[in-house]
């Protein structure tokens, strides 16, 4: 029904920026909240940063003043800015939306990530 496709991952030194996409298509009504999501070899899938339909964001901690996360309603598209990129940033990066679709209640669906790795 809804896919998610992330894009712009790949390998970048400390200090550098890339900038993630995710792109929503299929039957959608609406898409309320949109997050991105971190999950580096072993660990647990952490929240990175979220937007809500509107345009308000907050952030983790440890991403605060580095990544800023931004949406175009119009694409249907969710955006993370990353800047100053440390080693510790590097994961699989996931977006996910709560999207209503025509005839359907609210559904959360997940892209399939892109990686970040960052060198030292």
């Known amino acids: 029904q809804v896919q998610l496709v992330e894009s712009g991952g790949g390998l970048v030194q400390a200090g550098g920026s890339l900038r993630l996409s995710c792109a929503a298509s299929g039957s959608i009504s609406r898409i309320n909240s949109m997050a991105w999501y971190r999950q580096a070899p072993g660990q647990k899938r952490d929240l990175v940063a979220t937007i809500t339909s509107g345009g308000s964001s907050n952030y983790a901690d440890s991403v605060k003043g580095r990544f800023t996360i931004s949406r175009d309603n119009a694409k249907n598209t969710v955006y993370l800015q990353m800047d100053s990129l440390k080693p510790e940033d590097t994961a699989a990066y996931y977006c996910?939306?709560?999207?209503?679709?025509?005839?359907?209640?609210?559904?959360?669906?997940w892209g399939q990530g892109t990686q970040v790795t960052v060198s030292s």
């Open positions: 996910n939306a709560d999207v209503k679709s025509p005839g359907w209640g609210n559904r959360l669906y």
